[in-house]
């Protein structure tokens, strides 16, 4: 039940328009406001009960602060940050992760969100795909980053290892049900190109697992990030994640000469909007019809890294429930810089497959006046040439 928002402008201070919305998608104008220097106060009598809080700026804005006050209407708490459990640390590694630790990694290959990135090589993903010669980095004038993972299911966590990389400084952990409402659990401070174990003093029940980065010179760097829960089995370093599996509810291509697997499949995405916290980019390549990736309005895109090159026999699109008027599929070879159109054509609601022959590391779908998509389905065979590494990527602004 908000009763209060209180902006700080940057640079110039605009008229604005305070809107709420139960579900992130349906607003309500809840009041016209100019703009001053300073702190600028609206008050709400009665409290508008509310999840979504929007800022809509009349023209382009700045702004320094924002902060929602009310009170939770089921009169729940927020739990404070606990400052007990133990840290302990341990050299560095190279190569894979597998066999690094003797329990089931929660987090590797799940999805993942994070509040920037450096470049497109250091997406969010690198921190969970069970390598150590790639790594998250945040961009460099985020304040405060984060970066979180979706267990996709409820654990009860007592461990949190995170293998830094250069950038290091004070971090916390933070556990949610929701993706909404995070309860501290730890603080802590990272050790560069070391391990830090984080063992929880008691058992923490969570979906969400987030790593918030504070007091960092420049980036926050993370290598691999492991998730522990109580009944964590001893796994031999040679066992596949069960998640790279083909979906048994997706049916196999067409086509006999087609390879059965899905290049896709967990990989690192990217997309221009997400609208619900549920509907982020990685639902598109969780290997689950029952989730989608939902855009805002608008054209809108959403990306795949293959994590090698390969020539691209098809593409099947399962779209959600937002079908898109015509959508193209796109490659590049750098997706910081510039994508080349390969197909464009109308969207068709259900599977829609899309015949291609081209060689890529990166695919993207582009969609003109936004759209959602289940799953994201990607084939073909190996082709040569190296794997796009950080120091081959600009970190020039990735084209809308």
Not at 100 to 128: F, G, T
């Amino acid at each position: 039940a908000v009763n209060r928002v209180v902006l700080l402008f940057g640079d110039v201070p605009q008229q604005f328009v305070l809107q709420s919305a139960p579900d992130g998608i349906k607003w309500t104008d809840r009041a016209v406001v100019d703009g001053a220097n300073g702190f600028v106060s609206t008050e709400f009598d009665p409290p508008v009960l509310t999840q979504w809080v929007r800022v809509l700026c009349r023209t382009s804005c700045s702004i320094r602060e924002l902060t929602i006050h009310g009170e939770d209407p089921n009169g729940a708490t927020t739990t404070p940050a606990a400052t007990t459990g133990s840290v302990t640390a341990t050299e560095s590694t190279t190569g894979s992760t597998s066999g690094s630790m003797d329990r089931v990694n929660l987090a590797e290959l799940k999805p993942v969100l994070s509040s920037s990135q450096r470049s497109a090589a250091e997406h969010v993903s690198r921190l969970r795909d069970g390598l150590l010669s790639t790594q998250w980095a945040s961009a460099a004038g985020d304040v405060e980053p984060w970066a979180w993972v979706d267990l996709l299911g409820v654990y009860g966590v007592v461990e949190v290892a995170i293998h830094w990389a250069v950038d290091v400084g004070d971090y916390e952990l933070q556990i949610s049900r929701n993706a909404v409402e995070w309860t501290s659990v730890m603080h802590a401070s990272g050790l560069a190109g070391q391990m830090v174990r984080n063992s929880f003093p008691s058992t923490a029940d969570a979906q969400w697992m987030r790593v918030v980065c504070r007091s960092f010179d420049s980036t926050c760097a993370i290598k691999e990030l492991y998730v522990y829960d109580v009944a964590g089995p001893e796994i031999p370093a040679t066992t596949a994640p069960a998640s790279t599996a083909a979906p048994a509810s997706t049916a196999a291509p067409a086509s006999t000469a087609a390879p059965a697997e899905n290049l896709a499949l967990s990989k690192p995405v990217l997309a221009s909007s997400s609208v619900l916290p549920n509907e982020y980019a990685a639902r598109a390549v969780d290997g689950l019809g029952s989730t989608q990736w939902r855009s805002a309005a608008g054209d809108q895109w959403i990306w795949v890294d293959l994590l090698s090159r390969y020539t691209l026999s098809h593409v099947v699109v399962l779209w959600g429930d937002q079908l898109p008027s015509s959508f193209n599929v796109e490659i590049s070879t750098n997706p910081a810089v510039s994508w080349d159109t390969v197909v464009q054509q109308p969207a068709a609601a259900g599977a829609q497959q899309v015949n291609l022959g081209s060689t890529t590391q990166w695919l993207r779908i582009y969609c003109a006046g936004g759209c959602s998509i289940q799953e994201l389905q990607v084939y073909g065979t190996p082709a040569t040439g190296r794997l796009l590494q950080a120091q081959d990527v600009t970190t020039a602004p990735i084209l809308l």
